[in-house]
C-alpha cells in the first residue's frame, strides 16, 4: 500500500452561511461566529460545530424574519414560539420531525444561550427554563437478516473496479458496524490487512478504536486494494481507502445513497442505507451470543445504555431464553411435562 501523503482532514472548518450583520459586534452573526470558534478551540467534534452552525443559521434566519437580529432581543417566549415552529415542521414526505429531531434542534440554542451568558454578553440566558422533550430510545426500524445481508452484499458486480469497490465497502460496514463518516474517512495508512484490523480515526465520540474485519471482509478489502483501487486514483494520491470515480474521497450522500441503492435492488422489503448494517451487525452479533460490553467497543459508545437497545432488537435469542426458562412457555406434555 502506498503511504498517506499528508494528514488528510486537519480541522474541517464549519461550511454553512450565517444570516445577519456581520459589522454589528452584538449581532447573532458575531456571536454566533464567536461561539463556533470557541468550539472548534475547546476540540468539538467538526460534526458537532457543523450540525451546531446548521441549526444557529435556522434560527437566525427565522428570528430575522420576526426583526430579532441581535441575542440580547430574545426571550423565553420568543424561543418558545420557536419551539412550537419547529414542532410544526414537515419532512419532504409530509411526516412531522421526530421528537429527536426537534430535540436536536433546540439544543444547540440551549448551549449557545448559556455561552452568551458566560461571556457577558447578554444579562441573562433566556433559554435556562426551556423545557425540552424527552429524547426518544426507539428501536431501529429495521436490521437484516444474515440471509438478508449476504442477498445485499451478493448484489455489486466484482467484475469491475466500481462493483469490487462497493463490495469491499459493504463487507466492511457488515463486518465492522462502522459509521458512514468512519468507512468514508478510512485512510490506507489505518489499514492493517495482515492482521485484519482497521483503525478508526476523528470519530464521533472524539475516540480512535481499532475494530476487526474478520477473514471475509479482510480478504474483499485485499482484493479491491490491489486490484481495483490503482485504477480509481487520478493524479495525486488522496491516501483514502474508498475513492470515487473522480479519484477523490468517497463523499457522505453519495456513500448512503450508494448503500440505499443495493438495499432496495436486493428487494428485501427493508429501507435503511450504512447505518442498517450497523443495526444489524450489532443484532446479529448480540443473538449469537456476544456480550453487550464487546458489541458496545465494536460500536464505539461512550455508553452502554446507547448500546442496551440492540437488546431489546434480538428477538430470537430473547425467544430461546423465555422457552428455556419461563415455565409456562411450553404446552403441556411436551419435554415430559
Known sequence: MSPRQGRRKGRQRRAVALPGD??????????VSDWLDWLEVHDYSPVTVMSHSWHLARF???????????????????????????????????????????????????????????SHRILYN????????????????ATLTHEEAEAVLCLPDTGTPIGLRDRAMLEVLYATAVRRGELASL???DTDLSRRFITLRETKTRRDRAVPLGERAAAWLGH?????????????????????????????????????????????GKTGSCH????????????????????????????LDATQIYTRVAPERLAA???????????????GS
Not at 276 to 303: C, I, K, P
Open 224 to 268: 479491491y486494494l490491489n486490484d481495483a483501487r490503482p485504477s480509481l486514483v487520478i493524479g495525486a494520491d488522496p491516501g483514502a481507502v474508498f475513492l470515487a470515480t473522480n479519484g477523490e474521497r468517497i463523499g457522505l450522500k453519495w456513500l448512503s445513497s450508494q448503500v440505499h441503492h443495493y438495499v432496495e435492488a436486493a428487494g428485501v
Open 22 to 31: 456581520p459589522s454589528d459586534p452584538a449581532s447573532f452573526h458575531v456571536a
Open 187 to 189: 485512510d490506507l495508512v
Open 276 to 303: 442498517l448494517f450497523r443495526h444489524s451487525a450489532a443484532t446479529l452479533m448480540l443473538e449469537g451470543g456476544a456480550d453487550v460490553r464487546y458489541v458496545q467497543e465494536l460500536l464505539g459508545h461512550r455508553s
Open 126 to 141: 433566556p433559554a435556562s427554563e426551556l423545557s425540552l422533550a424527552r429524547t426518544e430510545h426507539r428501536l431501529p426500524k
Open 60 to 118: 437566525m434566519s427565522w428570528a430575522e424574519l420576526r426583526g430579532i437580529t441581535r441575542p440580547h432581543d430574545v426571550t423565553l417566549p420568543v424561543l418558545e414560539s420557536y419551539q412550537r415552529h419547529v414542532s410544526l415542521l414537515r419532512k419532504p414526505n409530509g411526516m412531522a420531525l421526530s421528537w429527536s429531531s426537534q430535540h436536536q434542534a433546540l439544543v444547540p440554542l440551549r448551549s449557545f444561550f448559556a455561552w452568551c451568558a458566560k
Open 321 to 335: 431464553i423465555h422457552a428455556a426458562t419461563h415455565p409456562g412457555a411450553r404446552l403441556p406434555g411436551r419435554n
